[in-house]
């Protein structure tokens, strides 16, 4: 199995990638806001794998990072979504905000989406909740006691914007684990975004 790539980007469209790789060409489904970050032609670029393999076919979905690539396979686990249907939401939602929205059962922002109705909205987030739950206790283990400092002062700001304890936690915690080096300062923007403007 194929998990990761690096070579040089021969062309790319809206949805798709062709990468070189030492002289053979494959191409790479990604989605749109993935495509939109790459590099001119030519350039060198690594890129996460999720291999597809049907009895017709086999086909290789394409991440920026590990994390997408994760995000990706976790939607494909859902009864009702597919590769087609999972970089859809992708091209329309940050990975952020995927797993913020699944956390705080948020399906107005997977109604958002065309194809996705309410009954797959409440699908996705009632089968993969628990899961990211349980990665985030994970990384929330990670967090060092200087973090810890960074993380009250997080939801401390959220709350006073009249946000929700629970829901401030949760955000505060996905925003600092995936945000390491950032200080408090550069991660309140990013939360904010997250909870108020989520589809952006």
């Known amino acids: 199995m194929i998990v990761k790539l690096k070579g040089n ?18 191409r790479i489904l990604m989605s749109n806001r ?7 032609i030519g ?9 597809i393999i049907k009895e017709d076919s086999r086909i290789f979905a394409g991440f920026l990072n590990n994390e997408e690539r994760e995000t990706f396979g976790e939607l494909l686990t859902v009864q009702g979504v597919g590769g087609k249907m999972a970089l859809n939401i992708m091209s329309n939602l940050e990975n952020e905000v995927i797993i913020n929205s699944i956390l ?10 065309s194809g996705v109705g309410s009954k ?18 994970k990384k929330e283990i990670t967090i060092s006691k200087n973090r810890n400092s960074i993380f ?37 923007p990013i939360a904010i975004k997250s909870l108020s403007n989520p589809s952006s």
Request: aromatic fraction near 10%.
């Open 104 to 113: 705080n059962e948020n399906t107005k922002i997977f109604n958002s989406i």
């Open 43 to 51: 350039s060198q670029i690594i890129i996460f794998i999720y291999e």
């Open 9 to 26: 980007i021969e062309q790319f469209d809206k949805n798709f990638l062709d990468l070189d790789v030492n002289g053979t060409v494959y």
């Open 34 to 40: 993935n495509i939109e970050k790459l590099g001119p």
């Open 120 to 137: 797959l909205a409440l699908r996705i987030i009632n089968e993969l909740k628990e899961k990211f739950k349980k990665k985030l206790l």
């Open 152 to 188: 009250q002062d997080l939801v401390s700001c959220l709350v006073n914007l009249g946000f929700s304890q629970k829901i401030c936690e949760t955000t505060a915690s996905y925003v600092i684990s995936e945000n390491q080096e950032k200080k408090l300062e550069e991660l309140i």
